[in-house]
């Protein structure tokens, strides 16, 4: 089956630690996203990359970090530079539009949660 | 700034009592419209795009339209299955550049009562 995949489901987090959300996809998409979800607030776009070794900050960048080495995995550091990190982080991926924006698919989320 | 505004925040609904969610927008260049559905815990499932004002896809009891300013959701008969949070984003290309990302609403609570 084609989809998308996030791991680990939860992630504990400690006071200064780096810490790695994993995002990968099977369906062929070009276009890989990030989102931060918290309760009563829409998604917020934290990175997205429309091609390989390519990347580009969304609307809160600031305290993380990302690569874009295979098609297939868009992984998401939180750094210790991010105040609060407690969230529902959201991966999406999508085809490259053209004009019209392609839809975009999500993975199940992982919840990160400081100690 | 590109704004999207989902009303009402939250809904309760008798099983098999029909209405509707609204998803109003400000932004200049809208490519398209998105609606989503998410259950607690888990990650949105996609529902319906939709581009251009007028247009209007359905799927099983929800039926989308789309008008210059805003898009609704209608829900025909619902039942406890259709409880869930109701996300609309849209995406908007004022610049002409040919590429920009989703702007999301802060979504709608369905619960739908037996």
């Known amino acids: 089956d084609g989809g998308i995949t996030q791991s680990p489901k939860y992630l504990f987090r400690k006071e200064g630690q780096n810490v790695t959300l994993s995002c990968e996809q099977n369906?062929?998409?070009?276009?890989m996203y990030w989102y931060r979800q918290d309760p009563g607030q829409g998604l917020r776009l934290i990175y997205y990359s429309q091609i390989v070794n390519d990347f580009q900050k969304g609307d809160i960048a600031e305290g993380y970090s990302v690569s874009r080495e295979k098609k297939e995995s868009f992984p998401l550091t939180v750094t210790s530079a991010q105040k609060n990190p407690t969230a529902f982080y959201l991966c999406?991926?999508?085809?490259?539009?053209?004009?019209?924006?392609?839809?975009?698919?999500f993975g199940p989320g992982t919840r990160l949660l400081v100690l | 700034e590109d704004q999207v505004t989902q009303s009402p925040e939250a809904l309760r609904l008798q099983e098999g009592e029909s209405s509707s969610l609204n998803c109003s927008y400000t932004?200049?260049?809208?490519?398209?419209l998105f609606w989503y559905r998410q259950d607690p815990g888990k990650g949105p499932e996609f529902l319906f795009t939709l581009y251009s004002a007028g247009e209007e896809k359905e799927k099983e009891r929800l039926k989308a339209t789309l008008t210059k300013k805003e898009s609704f959701l209608h829900i025909t008969a619902p039942k406890p299955e259709d409880s869930a949070t109701y996300l609309c984003?849209?995406?908007?290309?004022?610049?002409?550049?040919?590429?920009?990302?989703?702007?999301f609403g802060k979504g709608t609570m369905l619960l739908v009562s037996p």
């Open positions: 932004v200049s260049g809208l490519r398209g």
């Open positions: 999406a991926s999508s085809k490259v539009a053209g004009v019209r924006q392609e839809t975009q698919y």
């Open positions: 984003a849209v995406q908007a290309d004022p610049g002409g550049s040919g590429y920009s990302t989703l702007t």
């Open positions: 369906l062929n998409h070009d276009a």
